[in-house]
């Protein structure tokens, strides 16, 4: 029942124009990139990590922002069906915008659907490559899938971004045996 309570505005829109691209927000990325490399502790990567999801969820305009945030408002409510419904329509409108992606895969990894997971981390990260969040999620899900190596890979890499990432508890020492 509280999947089909979609907000009003949601619900009232006519059909949707193109989703606008997002304008060219190369330098902030870079600066905040940047910035969690060179984390001096924990609590100070905690701070830049949050300047990153602002950045991160920030969407093209107010309609694809609308249907993130319900999203996120869904699943935090652990409405996973309602929130995929949400994301998915964000990715029908934005196929562009690598977070609707990133979203739908973390419901996905939440329900243990590694393979769909698997498949909206490497579309988030075709889009931006460099999405910490989405490189520490396809480590955890290539794990939960059995493939310890690319695992290992997807968090080195990961970890080459932010050294701070909780997920750097589960890397092995090279030559360990996976």
Same mark, same amino acid.
């Given at each position: ?9 949601? =619900? ?6 193109? @989703?606008?691209?997002?304008?060219? *927000? ?11 490399? /060179?984390? +001096? !502790?924990?609590?100070?990567?905690? %701070? ?12 093209? /305009?107010?309609?694809? %922002?609308?249907?993130?945030?319900? #999203?996120?408002?869904? *699943?935090?409510?652990? /409405? ?7 994301? &998915? *329509?964000?990715?029908?409108? @934005?196929?562009?915008?690598?977070? +609707?992606? !990133? %979203?739908?895969?973390?419901? $996905?990894?939440?329900?243990? &659907?590694?393979?769909?997971? =698997?498949? &909206? =981390? ?7 490559? &460099? $999405?910490?969040?989405?490189?520490? +999620? ?13 695992? %290992? ?8 971004? !932010?050294?701070?990432?909780?997920? *750097? ?5 090279? #030559?360990?045996?996976?």
């Amino acid at each position: 029942m509280k999947t089909l309570l979609l907000p009003l505005a949601l =619900l009232a829109m006519p059909a949707l124009a193109d @989703c606008p691209a997002l304008p060219d *927000r190369t330098a902030e990325k870079a600066e905040l990139m940047a910035a969690m490399r /060179d984390a +001096g !502790n924990e609590g100070e990567a905690r %701070q830049r990590t949050d300047a990153l999801w602002q950045f991160w969820a920030t969407a093209p /305009d107010a309609a694809a %922002q609308e249907m993130l945030d319900y #999203g996120m408002r869904r *699943r935090a409510e652990y /409405d996973f069906e309602g929130a995929t419904e949400s994301f &998915d *329509r964000l990715i029908a409108y @934005c196929p562009d915008y690598a977070e +609707g992606y !990133n %979203q739908r895969a973390f419901i $996905h990894f939440l329900r243990e &659907d590694f393979p769909a997971a =698997l498949e &909206d =981390l490497e579309k988030t990260l075709e889009i931006s490559p &460099d $999405h910490i969040a989405a490189l520490a +999620g396809l480590a955890l899900t290539l794990d939960r899938l059995g493939r310890f190596k690319a695992s %290992q890979g997807a968090l080195r890499e990961a970890l080459k971004l !932010n050294p701070w990432l909780p997920e *750097r508890a589960m890397l092995k020492k090279p #030559g360990t045996d996976l």
